[in-house]
Each structure stands twice: as structure tokens, then as C-alpha cells.
């Protein structure tokens, strides 16, 4: 079946370096979504990618959907404490089912 | 904002009881999902639910789980003789359409399995 694999699996940072986390599908895809979950929390929609090349950005997070369709990434600039947590990249293949990838966990020391 | 409610937040069963874990989703959605997260793992898809049955499931979603929507806002989850392997973080989403359309989580319910 369709699967999503993500990497790296756990990030340490230091406060303001760059943080980037990989997605890739076994078969193309609809669109992706990004989520973030807070420790202790629960997923949070950050954004969705449809286009094929598509590159969007919400202040210093770009995401970025692959020419092809099966791969995406999430990249941080800069980071800060506050983007500590996990992200999660979300495939759609058609159907009713998102298939989350396994997810990355950011560490960011102050 | 609206946001998708959980109860309970914590179930604490014996392993071969019945557990129902419930969900409001938001008011104006037609899906409904729900997700299991094994502690410290990544999001697995159980259940699928749009105009009240299910519109795909996943391997986890065997025989001994079931959902229901017993009225105009809840959204249910059964699972019939629990085993330790179902202890995890529940949660349920909602979303207007399928597909490219955002996905609103609830808070989830923590189910142990003693």
C-alpha cells in the first residue's frame, strides 16, 4: 500500500540555525499537507501543497511539493524554542485516507 | 474559532472491556476521521466516516472496532475487548471535504490498557 517516509527522524538544533525535514511517497500524490504537534499536543495544520513545484511560505517556514508529486520537504529558518515539537507531512492519494509519514522531531536548544 | 472535542481525555480499562471514546466534531463538516498515536510514534489512520458509514478503513480497524454516529454531533468509537497493544492516543478529526481539505484534530483520549 502507499506509504509515506520522512526523515530525519530526530533534529537537534541550536537556536537559530536552519532546520529542514524530508517527505517522500511511494506513489504520486493528490497534494500534501503539513502539521505540527506541540509535546503533549495533538496535530495542527500548518499548510497544503496541490501544485506540482509548488513552494509556499508562512514567515520563516517554506514548504516545498516536488516536480514529480512524491516528495516534499519543510524547511525553518532561523529557528526559535517555539518550533519545538514535531512535524508531520500528510500524503492524499485519492480516496478517503491520509497517509501520515512517521514525523520529525525538532529539538531547539536555547 | 470551532474546534473538535474529545471525551474523555483519559480512559484507564482492563484489558477485554468495552471503551467508547467520544468526539464532537465541528458543525458544519461531512468527514470524520479517526487516528491512533502509539506514544512517541507517528499517526496512523484507522477510520474514515462520511454520510454515516464508512467510507474506508485501515488494517488496524479490525472486527473489534467499530464507530457511530448516533445523532446529529456525535461521532463514536468502539472498541469491543480491548488488549494492551490498543493503549495509545486517540484521536478524532473532521474535516469540510476529503482530500485537499485541512484536517481539524480534537484534543485526543488516552486510552491505557492495564
Known amino acids: 500500500g502507499q506509504q509515506v517516509m520522512q526523515i530525519p527522524q530526530y533534529q537537534h538544533v541550536q537556536e537559530g540555525e536552519d532546520f529542514t525535514t524530508y517527505c517522500n511517497s511511494s506513489?504520486?500524490?493528490?497534494?500534501i499537507q503539513w502539521y505540527k504537534q506541540r509535546p503533549g499536543g495533538h496535530p495542527v495544520f500548518l499548510i497544503q501543497l496541490v501544485k506540482s513545484g509548488e513552494v509556499k511560505k508562512q514567515k520563516r517556514l517554506t514548504f516545498q511539493f516536488g516536480e514529480a508529486k512524491k516528495n516534499s520537504s519543510l524547511h525553518i529558518t532561523a529557528t526559535q524554542t517555539t518550533d519545538v515539537g514535531t512535524y508531520f507531512c500528510?500524503?492524499?492519494?485519492?480516496?478517503?485516507?491520509?497517509?501520515f509519514g512517521a514525523g520529525t522531531r525538532l529539538f531547539v536548544k536555547a | 474559532e470551532p474546534e473538535v472535542t474529545q471525551t474523555p481525555s483519559h480512559q484507564v480499562t482492563q484489558m477485554g472491556q468495552e471503551v467508547i471514546l467520544r468526539c464532537v466534531p465541528i458543525?458544519?463538516?461531512?468527514?470524520f476521521y479517526w487516528y491512533r498515536q502509539i506514544l512517541g510514534q507517528k499517526v496512523e489512520f484507522l477510520v474514515s466516516?462520511?454520510?454515516?458509514?464508512?467510507?474506508?478503513k485501515s488494517e488496524i480497524f479490525d472486527d473489534q472496532f467499530s464507530v457511530e454516529r448516533p445523532d446529529g454531533s456525535n461521532f463514536t468509537l468502539k472498541i469491543r475487548s480491548t488488549k494492551l497493544e490498543d493503549s495509545a492516543m486517540y484521536f478524532c478529526?473532521?474535516?469540510?471535504?476529503?482530500?485537499?481539505?485541512?484536517?481539524?484534530f480534537g484534543p485526543g483520549t488516552r486510552l491505557t490498557v492495564t
Open positions: 466516516f462520511y454520510n454515516n458509514e464508512i467510507s474506508e
Open positions: 478529526a473532521s474535516s469540510e471535504g476529503r482530500g485537499p481539505y485541512e484536517q481539524y
Open positions: 458543525s458544519n463538516h461531512l468527514y
Open positions: 500528510a500524503g492524499w492519494g485519492g480516496g478517503f485516507k491520509t497517509i
Open positions: 506513489t504520486t500524490l493528490s497534494n
